[in-house]
């Protein structure tokens, strides 16, 4: 029993640690400083996306952004009315470009990386805005993620947010992607890079270049954000920012999911931390052991009823810590109100870490959920 306390009081305080030194580098998050106005390309890669990819186009058509900008929509082999879509639109607004994936020219094995190395191939910004096709990024989006790049900065990670929040689980879900984007924000202000997301990131077309695209990540499924990010920052000399101006928040539609295809989700980004090396594979496994220890005590506590006396004093120090760090990365009055289910999260999480981590590495998870219809015209749910 002192033992099992002894070894729940170290992962605590590696917990702790690891909260205070995201904290700092939230700190460290610089401000966006208008100045020069570089040509831009704007990624999209769409697939089945006829429902949302009007909206997308047209938050981008409101970009303040004065100087030269394209998007470039990627069909990725929908079989509904993206391109159509998108092509109408781009008849009356000639910035739009759209290029189409095609059938047995993939070169690697995530389909996402395929599209968007594709846009990129027919790009011509000097700097690379990445969004998704269910995102509308806020007028002034472009213009303060440009205003980022330092000369010696190579790559910006912005912030995400759904913009559903009306039942528990979709709060539950915006309050993780809250916690997960403070550390992405604190960890790329602290030097290293935990997490991002591709749904508000950008990069110079240069970088792409230098570290070859996706070809050394290519072999893995997703990640074209947060392994590229980590591949830049291994691979070359140039810094990277997070941009947490609340003018430059890209708000995003998380649809209708159900609970499997959600799980798969979850599954596929839990999968992640599987592949990171170093300082950040350190830290997770500590993190992990750490939910593990949690989990132990609140068993004896519960089904046992011997509650290891530390217990107390180390599950509060993690909620209030959590708290913080919440509080502190807060961007908009919205993600402020969604702290309130924080115990929801709390509790919630330690199986989360404890089985989709090691599930999501062992690669238990399928890429996307499609609807298709049966011989009796009926719409069977598939995972793809």
Known sequence: MFEFQVVMAILGCVYVAGIIWLLVGLRRVKCSVEGETPSVSIIVAARNEERSISACLRALQLQDYKGKMEVVVVDDRS????????????????????VCVIDGEEEYLCPKKN?????????????????DADCEPSPAWVRITVGMFADDIGMVAGYARPNKTRWLRHRVLSLENLAVSAMAAGSIGSGTVLSCTGRNLAYRKRVYDEVGGYQHIGHLIAGDDVYFARLVAERTNWGMAYCRDPQAVVVCDPGSQSWVALAHQKLRHASKAGHFRGFAKILGIAVYLFHLTLLCAMVQTFLIERMPPAFPI?????????????????????DRKLIIFLP?????YIPYVLLFVPAGALGWFRWREEDKRNDDGLIETTVS
Do not use: C, Q
């Open 79 to 98: 079989s509904d009315r993206t391109a159509e879509i998108a092509n109408h639109i781009g008849t009356k607004w000639s910035a739009i470009r759209v």
């Open 115 to 131: 599209a968007l190395a594709r846009g990129i191939a027919v790009s011509s910004g000097e700097l690379l805005l990445f969004t």
């Open 314 to 334: 180390i599950w509060g120090s993690r909620w209030l810590l959590d708290l913080v760090l919440l509080k502190s990365f807060a961007v908009t009055s919205e």
């Open 344 to 348: 929801i999260l709390e509790i919630v």
